[in-house]
């Protein structure tokens, strides 16, 4: 179960556009650095196929381990 889970997670992130994965999470980091809402934001990397990992590493890169 999770060796599979492993391999299609591998599979997901050879088959999506990784431009757009990298410019939606940079997206997400400069907003959450500011005063802005980062809801739609995260919005837009889930459209783009950033996994939910990618997403909550990015804030922990601004907010802290807190997160967590």
Do not use: W
């Not at 556009?17 to 990397?45: F, W």
């Not at 459209?47 to 967590?68: A, Q």
């Amino acid at each position: 179960e999770v060796e599979q889970q492993i391999k299609r997670l591998s599979i997901f992130k050879a088959d999506r556009n990784n431009y757009q994965v990298d410019q939606s999470l940079k997206k997400l980091r400069k907003t959450a650095k500011g005063d802005e809402n980062i809801m739609p934001d995260i919005i837009h990397c889930v459209k783009n196929n950033c996994t939910l990992g990618e997403i909550s590493d990015n804030l922990k890169m601004i907010f802290g381990e807190h997160l967590s």
